[in-house]
Antibody, heavy 124, light 106 residues
Framework: EVQLLESGGGLVQPGGSLRLSCAASGFTFSSYAMSWVRQAPGKGLEWVSAISGSGGSTYYADSVKGRFTISRDNSKNTLYLQMNSLRAEDTAVYYC?????????????????WGQGTLVTVSS | DIQMTQSPSSLSASVGDRVTITCRASQSISSYLNWYQQKPGKAPKLLIYAASSLQSGVPSRFSGSGSGTDFTLTISSLQPEDFATYYCQQSYSTPDFGPGTKVDIK
């Protein structure tokens, strides 16, 4: 059974940093691209960042480029999101999500499994 | 970015009704369109990928159609567990989600 379990959320002051983790199990982690998707309270979904299965390619939304860094440790089956220079508008539930296809190439970003989410609150 | 719009933003329907939700992209995205269902406090669930392919385990009352810029999600006979918010998402480039359509009980 595929499971994704996020952790690391919490309350942080503006300008602060936080590192989210997503522990994966039930599938060959290194074969799948992974993404972070966030949802501000009462709002819609916003894709944040993605990383290829090998970790060699990374992608970011303009809203977080230069502040957030996605990474993965395939030996630990874990996905990370390092968030720096946090702003109030980064307040959201952050989900990790798995691509549906292995080595998806040009047909990625079909998210078939999601974690339960971890809440990040940026406030003084 | 590709702008995604959905209509309506909300709708009220009864059990057994046929429900149609429309999604439009600001440019052609071929068939790179996915649909998700989200219930309050829960993670989204993939329903349809590549515009019309039913995700494994999803009931056949859900169907998707369209290509290019205009897409449709149809629920053929609304069930009590289908009351939720539905999002479209383009996967032609780095993802963009639509604003969502909330389906509630009439």
């Amino acid at each position: 059974e595929v499971q994704l379990l996020e952790s690391g959320g919490g309350l942080v002051q503006p300008g602060g940093s936080l590192r989210l983790s997503c522990a994966a199990s039930g599938f060959t982690f290194s074969s799948y691209a992974m993404s972070w998707v966030r949802q501000a309270p009462g709002k819609g979904l916003e894709w944040v960042s993605a990383i290829s299965g090998s970790g060699g390619s990374t992608y970011y939304a303009d809203s977080v480029k230069g502040r957030f860094t996605i990474s993965r440790d395939n030996s630990k089956n874990t996905l990370y999101l390092q968030m720096n220079s946090l702003r109030a508008e980064d307040t959201a539930v952050y989900y990790c999500a798995k691509d549906r296809k292995t080595y998806c190439g040009g047909d990625c970003y079909q998210f078939d499994y999601w974690g339960q989410g971890t809440l990040v609150t940026v406030s003084s | 970015d590709i702008q995604m719009t959905q209509s309506p933003s909300s709708l009220s329907a009864s059990v057994g009704d046929r429900v149609t939700i429309t999604c439009r992209a600001s440019q052609s995205i071929s068939s790179y369109l996915n649909w998700y269902q989200q219930k309050p406090g829960k993670a989204p669930k993939l329903l349809i990928y590549a515009a019309s392919s039913l995700q494994s385990g999803v009931p056949s009352r859900f169907s998707g159609s369209g290509s290019g810029t205009d897409f449709t999600l149809t629920i053929s006979s609304l069930q009590p567990e289908d009351f939720a918010t539905y999002y479209c998402q383009q996967s032609y480039s780095t993802p963009d989600f639509g604003p969502g359509t909330k389906v509630d009980i009439k």
